[in-house]
């Protein structure tokens, strides 16, 4: 069975810090997708990023960048200068295939200004 | 385009009672799925359709949960004799199919709706 482990269940920083967080999953598939959402205090789960096992190049996008590490089963994600507005919940996720997700516990992010 | 849509947004009900919650997928999307979010258990998947495929109802808690698509579009999630431990945020993502190449599956992405909040007293 698969298992997603957000290990960091709150973090606080200062705005503009920068801030990491991590993702574990463990799985036997060879080929499946990983995922990661954010939810603001409004509720809506927001999709941020779908990366595929078979490629392992990280990404960038904005202040927002995403480490893939296969070796060590993990897909952590950096904010880079933080602000307020990214204060939420991020969700890592895992499906093998275009099935349903299986979503980490969550980490609750507070930026303070 | 519109995203998805649920309604109602909140849903207050005695125990006992039936509720309908319903979910308007994004136009063109063939996959629809429901969820649920919880304080204790999380995000928990609950059912998915694909197509015209016969749905996955492995997630489903009890059998007084069921869900149906119609057209395969709209979708309607019943808890019948509602319990207070049914309440939650029910959320629905729906997604488009892509095919990748024949030696990796395929994949999508998930968009979510806003939820139903519902509260069983």
């Not at chain 1, 463990?26 to 941020?48: A, C, I, N």
């Not at chain 2, 959320?91 to 806003?114: E, K």
């Amino acid at each position: 069975a698969q298992k997603v482990t957000q290990a960091q269940t709150e973090i606080s920083v200062v705005e503009k810090e920068d801030v990491t967080l991590d993702c574990v999953y463990e799985t036997r598939d060879t080929t499946y997708y990983l995922f990661w959402y954010k939810q603001p205090p409004s509720g809506e789960l927001v999709f941020l990023i779908r990366r595929n096992s078979f490629d392992e190049q990280n990404e960038i996008s904005g202040r927002y960048s995403w480490n893939f590490q296969k070796s060590t089963s993990s897909f952590n994600f950096t904010i880079t200068a933080s602000q307020v507005v990214d204060s939420a919940v991020y969700f890592c996720a895992f499906t093998p295939a275009a099935r349903q997700l299986t979503f980490g516990s969550g980490t609750q992010l507070t930026v303070l200004p | 385009g519109a995203g998805v849509s649920q309604s109602p947004s909140n849903k207050v009900t005695e125990k006992g009672k039936d509720v309908e919650l319903r979910c308007d997928p994004i136009s063109g999307h063939t996959a629809l799925y429901w969820y649920r979010q919880s304080l204790g258990q999380g995000l928990e998947f609950l059912i998915y359709f694909q197509g015209n495929s016969a749905p996955d109802k492995s997630g489903l808690p009890s059998d007084r949960f069921s869900a149906e698509r119609t057209g395969g579009s709209v979708s309607t999630l019943t808890i019948q004799r509602t319990q207070q431990e049914d309440s939650a945020v029910y959320l629905c993502a729906s997604s488009s199919l892509i095919r990748g190449p024949a030696t990796r599956p395929t994949t999508d992405t998930q968009y979510f709706g806003p939820g139903t909040r519902l509260t069983v007293l």
